[in-house]
């Protein structure tokens, strides 16, 4: 089994290990070694990437026997080898772990809700907790409680106890392992088994930020995100803020409320130009079936938009349908060749019928109802076929 050497020291970069196996993993090397400081991905938490011998770590997995997998970018020999990990993303990662475990613990306290997954992500955190009822008071107090914690700067320490012990010590969580179990120990505020790598003292943490919390699976998921990590997500959304606020000449802090006020506005205005629109639509039906001479009884409308939306011309020969009389056939170009035939109530007639026999004889697909029916997938080539045929469909 692979040393682990991250469970005695998470702030060991630099090791020297030998290569005890060599492995193919389809365009991937693989390499066993005898000790690694690499953390591989578990708990929650990612694995450590970095530099072995010349290869550069992708990834890294630990097998049920204990042995760790590192999953490299080139081939390593057998023997001797120097490690180093990424610093950067392994303190990231101590930060938003130790992190984890204070807030789990602050929403014990606050609200009794123990957590039951938690996620490392690549810009923020999640933790998922058994409470049913989330609300802001509780966010805030459990994120107050854990900054609390962490500007206290309590020390954190790593116990090797048996399992027997556990129930003693009073641990957050239980644990499934046998044997020595590995607990983290935040000074006078929690302790919970956990493999993963973290702080020495509560205060590396930097601070703890609540970003977001939804219901989830009957629960809560909270989005947090800690040291490093936390002052660049509240230092971008800072930035957002004083540019939209500068862009209506306001405070961030009234930002909410001239949003809502916009909102309004929008609203009253998208109202205001679909009764205008449909208007406009109204008044270019009664222009078109002017225009349109009367064939069989009928007033037939026959035209071809290239720069026309689908759904415009939809809504105009609904208008036109609308009036006595009228049969509205009309084509679009704009995203490929699109038809849409309607007719009025006194016109005798199956538009989905229309539409299915000239598919049938063109090419193209579509259908609908009585009154109304359209395809597409029609060849532009061949949109002037189609508005002959469905022209004298309703011409027989």
């Known amino acids: 089994m692979t040393k682990h050497l991250y469970y005695c020291d998470s702030y060991l970069t630099e090791f020297s290990a030998q290569v005890r196996d060599v492995r193919a993993l389809g365009d991937k090397h693989a390499v066993l070694l005898d000790q690694t400081a690499f953390y591989p991905a578990s708990g929650g938490q990612p694995c450590d990437t970095g530099i072995l011998g010349a290869a550069h770590v992708l990834k890294v997995e630990e097998d049920e026997a204990g042995n760790i997998l590192h999953i490299l970018d080139s ?36 609200g009794g809700a123990q957590t039951v997954s938690f996620h490392l992500g690549q810009e923020s955190c999640t933790i998922d907790i058994d409470l049913a009822r989330p609300d802001a008071g509780v966010m805030h107090t459990a994120e107050d409680l854990a900054s609390r914690i962490v500007f206290e700067d309590r020390a954190v320490r790593v116990l090797n106890v048996d399992r027997s012990e556990l129930g003693s010590l009073g641990v957050r969580k239980e644990s499934q392992r046998e044997g020595i179990i590995r607990v983290i120990d935040v000074e006078d505020f929690d302790r919970s088994p956990c493999g993963g790598t973290h702080v020495r003292r509560t205060g590396e943490v930097g601070m703890i930020a609540v970003l977001d919390f939804e219901r989830y699976k009957g629960g809560t998921r909270v989005e947090f995100a800690c040291g490093f990590r936390a002052l660049r997500i509240l230092r971008g959304d800072h930035e957002v803020l004083k540019t939209l606020g500068k862009l209506h000449s306001a405070h961030p ?7 809502e006020k916009l909102a309004e506005e929008r609203s009253a205005l998208v109202r205001e130009n679909s009764r205008m629109n449909e208007r406009m639509m109204e008044m270019e039906a009664l222009e078109l079936i002017g225009k349109a001479g009367r064939t069989s009884g009928k007033t037939l409308v026959r035209r071809r938009y290239p720069d026309r939306t689908f ?13 006595p009389g009228a049969v509205a056939l009309l084509g679009v170009t704009q995203n490929g060749a699109q038809v849409v035939v309607a007719r009025s109530a006194d016109v005798p007639g199956n538009c989905g019928t229309a539409i ?38 309703f011409l027989q």
């Open 75 to 110: 081939s390593l020999p057998a023997g001797p080898v120097t490690g180093k990990v990424d610093w950067e993303r392994r303190f990231d990662h101590m930060q938003q772990h130790t992190g984890q475990h204070i807030l789990s613990q602050a929403f014990v306290k606050i």
């Open 356 to 393: 299915k026999e000239t598919a049938a004889k063109l090419g193209g697909k579509g259908g609908g109802r009585p009154e109304l029916a359209q395809a597409g997938g029609i060849p532009e080539s061949a949109l002037d076929a189609w508005l002959d045929a469905l022209e004298q469909y």
């Open 253 to 259: 802090y009234e930002l909410p409320r001239l949003m």
């Open 311 to 323: 759904d415009s011309v939809k809504l105009l020969a609904q208008k036109i349908a609308a009036l």
